[in-house]
């Protein structure tokens, strides 16, 4: 489950950095992103894997339309935007119930079978989530690093009114972080609902995922998503093993706790 | 003339920061402000390049009107903003810091020409590229905070305390730098509590009390001045 969580958590944490603002719609949007894999692939009989990239690019495109016309004018006013991001995730959930029903559906595996590695099993779709989520990360942390548009990205996260003197739009930066993580996140809705199941309240459990994400590896650090994602994972299974499933979630809400209290910026997070 | 300000108000909540200032920069010099704390010298900066929107007044730079505008299209006009307290990308390296100053260039060749220009003139800069900004000291971060200003080729140089929390070698380092920036033909206005280094590099001067200018004039006839040789330079 780590790749999921790091997705959902990488896009959160950037539009957290960049725009200041929590993405309250944000696990809707990764619900929306396995629901249209599932239009695709289960309805329409599209490849599992072009149904996901096809679910990556249009939800980016949603994150777009969500920026320019929903955060945008509501920058600056605190109140209105929680409340219409809320607003939002409510309608994206009724939404989909009206077009796809209450029911839980199932996507088809990412890869049947498991691995026998010294007689311990893997699960093989487990095992391709964990690798795409790391593609991406890596692909996110190239485009910041080394392109043009990336570097500006990371200077606005890092000092706002310094990134603004050099002559970087604040709107296209703003845009271009949500297109990006919802696109991610659609990825990761579409990982999780090949895994588990999908059904439209899906979204409130990741987006309480990627808070807990964001607190133990740190606002705005790509590594920090990452190892906490890993963290969060595999904590989860380790402790659903030896203590039961219910232990298995009430456990990471601890450490989310122990870290608010004795290490508030989290593992790589700075200021 | 390159900047024009023309009657200037700006208020914050109410209060007014800014009663109706006028001032310009002569292509090719260097202007400076000088006043104490809250005169409003850093405001006028703001709102030059559209951090604080002006309550009235115009401001011109290089014949076209930019008040109302907003930052990132004034920027583009070709003014550089160094601004106070250094606003650098503290958790990127020195290099990445200047690759974002080099944001709105669009021509790839001036970009490796500016680059190679400020590892000449900042040779610091040059040895600790690959460095965070946050690990250099006060005086390499305003070198670099100046550097990253000048990769996007500026016509005019806004430069807000330069000087601030720097020790007397380093202040003494940073009017050097000024006026070399000027050599290179680019105009300079300079925000300064430091009147001894303000008036030893500027051509001309603007003296700021309580959100009015109240004298301006030559440098040098205003180093004449008692008022000013009392108020700023103890003498």
Known sequence: ?271 | MLLEIINLWVRYEGAEVLKGISCAVEEGTIVTFLGSNGAGKSTTLRAICGLKAPDSGEIWFNGERIDGNLPQNIIKQGIGHVLEGRALFPYMTVLENLKVGAFLQKDREQVDKNLEEIFANFPILKERQQQQARTLSGGEQQMLTIARALMGSPKLLLLDEPSLGLSPLMVRQIGKIVQDIHQRGVSVLLVEQNARLALGVAQRCYVFETGSVVLCGETKELMGNDQVRKAYLGL
């Open chain 1, 1 to 271: 489950m780590g790749g999921t969580y790091i997705l959902v958590g990488l896009g959160l944490t950037l539009i957290l950095s960049i725009m200041s603002i929590l993405q309250f719609a944000h696990g809707e949007i990764y619900m929306l992103g396995a629901f249209t894999v599932y239009f695709l692939c289960v309805m329409h009989g599209v490849n599992l894997y072009l149904a996901v990239f096809i679910s990556m690019l249009s939800t980016a495109v949603i994150g777009l339309i969500l920026e320019r016309v929903l955060l945008r004018p509501l920058k600056g006013l605190f109140l209105s935007y929680v409340c219409a991001t809320t607003g939002l995730s409510l309608m994206l959930q009724t939404g989909v119930v009206l077009a796809f029903s209450k029911s839980t559906k199932q996507l088809p595996s990412l890869w049947s079978g498991a691995f026998n590695v010294f007689g311990i099993m893997l699960s093989r779709e487990r095992f391709v989530a964990i690798v795409i989520a790391l593609i991406l990360t890596l692909a996110l942390y190239l485009f910041l690093k080394q392109t043009k548009y990336g570097l500006a990205m990371t200077a606005s996260a890092q000092n706002r009114e310094g990134a603004l003197m050099q002559g970087i739009n604040p709107n296209i930066m703003s845009a271009m972080v949500v297109a990006i993580g919802s696109g991610l996140a659609a990825v990761g809705g579409a990982l999780g609902g090949s895994i588990f199941n999908l059904d439209p309240y899906m979204g409130g459990l990741a987006f309480m995922k990627g808070i807990t994400l964001i607190v133990i590896g740190g606002l705005g650090s790509l590594p920090g998503a990452v190892v906490g994602g890993l963290i969060l994972g595999i904590s989860e299974s380790l402790f659903s093993l030896f203590f039961g499933s219910q232990m298995g979630v009430v456990i990471p809400l601890l450490l989310v706790i122990a870290f608010l209290i004795f290490k508030q910026k989290g593992l790589f997070g700075h200021d």
